[in-house]
């Protein structure tokens, strides 16, 4: 398996510290508002590394943390009136709620920031006695970004005197306007917490190294975690201030892979709320199932910037109907554990950094492949079989195909439109029971009029919505 370092700037072969055991950890969201297509892209690539990881044979262990305490949910919660605690957790609520509908798994552990105050002040605590960080008289505490020898080793950027670390404002006791904050000072409002420095909360940067810390790190670890990944955002400065902190206090590296995926545009702007162009998921949810957006947001390289096009989505619903006919045609039928030359070629495309192209290339000519030969010979039941385990490779490995191939294409009717629909359907099949044919063919007409096809199979009569 090989994977894109964004340190080194080369495709490496990944080689876990510590075999078969691997540690991912993933930057997750600030608790604020609702999840845009920009966190759809980063959980679904992440997912996708955690499926790949687990079907090479290794125990992974992945963690993805909720930073529930930030100057942007101290503003948010201001504005609304809301308490903290109940904000975040709504969003957090509702983040899960997004992430679910795209077969987003959840991680091993999901750490919040609030419930990590004791290690960052640990590690807060080692970095003022090492010399690497200082407390200021007003109760703040930064690191001194002069004293890291290797600081931006990660960006590889140039430190310039204009660059801040700030989320707000920078600060005039800072010594260098490059130095970040590892803990805040109580300024007006939002919820506190004790230190030695005084009431205040940690710096956003130290939360993901003191995590890492406390819940991957083990004894003898080269590094804090094999691999640590988020948007290609975070790269600079938030990645490059937890290598920093972490070298600086614990003495080793924090990561041996760092993984980035690109942003998200639409229309090419990249998505910002400032922009005001930010494409929230629960309104993209409304008109879209969730398996079909993973499918479109999967299928350009997770390195790639992605722009954002409802016609490039149509076009990729249409090849993901594509997986679901064929999953119709062997509909009731089961299979055992096969495995196939397809199975072991997919891995392989995934193996190199996420190749999606090749895979789903492969995808498309196992379905032609497929469908001629069952046009060819239906009752093949060889080709049957294992064209059934490889779709369960697919939706194993790549999280789509999940769905009743029937239920699938049912997206867009109401509950009710349903319930309406299947109380016909038993109408119908109470009068075929009762051989009154003429009634039972004019229900069917009266499904067609709405745009329903019927399907009678050896399991049942199902409907889907017509093309």
Same mark, same amino acid.
């Given at each position: 398996?090989?994977?894109?370092?964004?340190?080194?700037?080369?495709? +490496?072969?990944?080689?876990?510290?510590?075999?078969?055991?691997?540690?991912?950890?993933?930057?997750?969201?600030?608790?604020?508002?609702?999840?845009?297509?920009?966190?759809?892209?980063?959980?679904?690539?992440?997912?996708?590394?955690?499926?790949?990881?687990?079907?090479?044979?290794?125990?992974? &262990?992945?963690?993805?943390?909720?930073?529930?305490?930030?100057?942007?949910?101290?503003?948010?919660? *201001?504005? &609304?009136?809301?308490?903290?605690?109940? $904000?975040?957790?709504?969003?957090?609520?509702?983040?899960?709620?997004?992430?679910?509908?795209?077969?987003?798994?959840?991680?091993?552990?999901?750490?919040?920031?609030?419930?990590?105050?004791?290690?960052?002040?640990?590690?807060?605590?080692?970095?003022?006695?090492?010399?690497?960080?200082?407390?200021?008289?007003?109760?703040?505490? %930064?690191?001194?970004?002069?004293?890291?020898?290797? %600081?931006?080793?990660?960006?590889?950027?140039?430190?310039?005197?204009?660059?801040?670390?700030?989320?707000?404002?920078?600060?005039?006791?800072?010594?260098?306007?490059?130095?970040?904050?590892?803990?805040?000072?109580?300024?007006?409002?939002?919820?506190?917490?004790?230190?030695?420095?005084?009431?205040?909360?940690?710096?956003?940067? $130290?939360?993901?190294?003191?995590?890492?810390?406390?819940?991957? *790190?083990?004894?003898?670890? *080269?590094?804090?975690?094999?691999?640590?990944?988020?948007?290609?955002?975070?790269? #600079?400065?938030?990645?490059?201030?937890?290598?920093?902190?972490?070298?600086?206090? @614990?003495?080793?590296?924090?990561?041996?892979?760092?993984?980035?995926?690109? #942003?998200?545009?639409?229309?090419?702007?990249?998505?910002?709320?400032?922009?005001?162009?930010?494409?929230?998921?629960?309104?993209? $949810?409304?008109?879209?199932?969730?398996?079909?957006?993973?499918? %479109?947001?999967?299928?350009?390289?997770?390195?790639?910037?992605?722009?954002?096009?409802?016609?490039?989505?149509?076009?990729?619903?249409?090849?993901?109907?594509? @997986?679901? +006919?064929?999953?119709?045609?062997?509909?009731?039928?089961?299979?055992?554990?096969?495995?196939?030359?397809?199975?072991?070629?997919?891995?392989?495309?995934?193996?190199?950094?996420?190749?999606?192209?090749?895979?789903?290339?492969?995808?498309?000519?196992?379905?032609?492949?497929?469908?001629?030969?069952?046009?060819?010979?239906?009752?093949?039941?060889?080709?049957?079989?294992?064209?059934?385990?490889?779709?369960?490779?697919?939706?194993?490995?790549?999280?789509?195909?999940?769905?009743?191939?029937?239920?699938?294409?049912?997206?867009?009717?109401?509950?009710?439109?349903?319930?309406?629909?299947?109380?016909?359907?038993?109408?119908?099949?109470?009068?075929?029971?009762?051989?009154?044919?003429?009634?039972?063919?004019?229900?069917?007409?009266?499904?067609?009029?709405?745009?329903?096809?019927?399907?009678?199979?050896?399991?049942? &009569? #199902?409907?889907?919505?017509?093309?």
């Amino acid at each position: 398996m090989r994977l894109f370092d964004s340190k080194t700037k080369t495709k +490496r072969e990944f080689t876990p510290q510590n075999p078969p055991r691997v540690t991912l950890y993933v930057c997750g969201p600030t608790v604020y508002d609702d999840a845009h297509l920009g966190h759809a892209k980063s959980a679904l690539v992440f997912d996708l590394l955690a499926r790949v990881l687990r079907a090479n044979g290794y125990a992974l &262990t992945y963690a993805k943390n909720i930073t529930d305490i930030d100057d942007k949910i101290i503003n948010k919660a *201001t504005q &609304t009136g809301e308490p903290i605690a109940d $904000l975040t957790a709504r969003y957090t609520e509702d983040y899960h709620r997004d992430m679910d509908a795209l077969g987003v798994m959840r991680p091993d552990i999901e750490p919040r920031a609030t419930e990590s105050i004791e290690s960052m002040l640990q590690m807060i605590d080692a970095l003022i006695a090492s010399g690497h960080a200082y407390a200021t008289p007003q109760g703040d505490v %930064y690191f001194d970004t002069k004293s890291d020898s290797a %600081y931006l080793s990660l960006s590889g950027r140039k430190q310039e005197e204009s660059d801040t670390q700030s989320r707000v404002e920078s600060s005039a006791h800072k010594k260098q306007s490059a130095d970040f904050a590892l803990w805040k000072a109580l300024r007006e409002g939002g919820d506190t917490f004790d230190s030695p420095y005084g009431a205040g909360r940690p710096g956003w940067h $130290l939360e993901c190294s003191a995590m890492i810390q406390k819940h991957l *790190t083990c004894k003898g670890d *080269t590094f804090g975690v094999d691999i640590h990944g988020g948007g290609a955002d975070l790269l #600079f400065p938030h990645h490059e201030n937890e290598a920093a902190q972490t070298r600086c206090a @614990l003495g080793h590296e924090l990561a041996n892979f760092w993984v980035h995926n690109g #942003f998200v545009t639409i229309d090419g702007e990249k998505m910002s709320k400032s922009l005001g162009n930010s494409f929230f998921l629960k309104d993209a $949810l409304k008109h879209y199932q969730g398996e079909v957006l993973r499918f %479109y947001l999967l299928g350009v390289h997770y390195r790639a910037n992605f722009n954002f096009s409802e016609e490039d989505l149509l076009a990729s619903k249409r090849r993901l109907d594509k @997986l679901y +006919r064929l999953k119709k045609r062997l509909f009731g039928l089961t299979c055992g554990d096969i495995k196939t030359p397809f199975q072991a070629q997919l891995l392989e495309a995934l193996d190199d950094d996420l190749n999606v192209s090749v895979a789903y290339a492969l995808i498309d000519a196992m379905i032609t492949y497929a469908n001629e030969g069952l046009d060819l010979n239906p009752k093949d039941k060889v080709l049957r079989e294992a064209t059934l385990a490889n779709l369960t490779f697919v939706e194993s490995l790549l999280g789509f195909g999940t769905q009743h191939p029937f239920a699938y294409f049912q997206f867009g009717i109401d509950e009710a439109t349903k319930a309406h629909i299947d109380t016909l359907i038993e109408e119908r099949n109470e009068a075929k029971r009762a051989k009154a044919f003429e009634r039972s063919d004019a229900i069917r007409a009266e499904i067609s009029a709405l745009g329903i096809s019927l399907m009678d199979t050896p399991q049942g &009569t #199902f409907w889907e919505r017509k093309e």
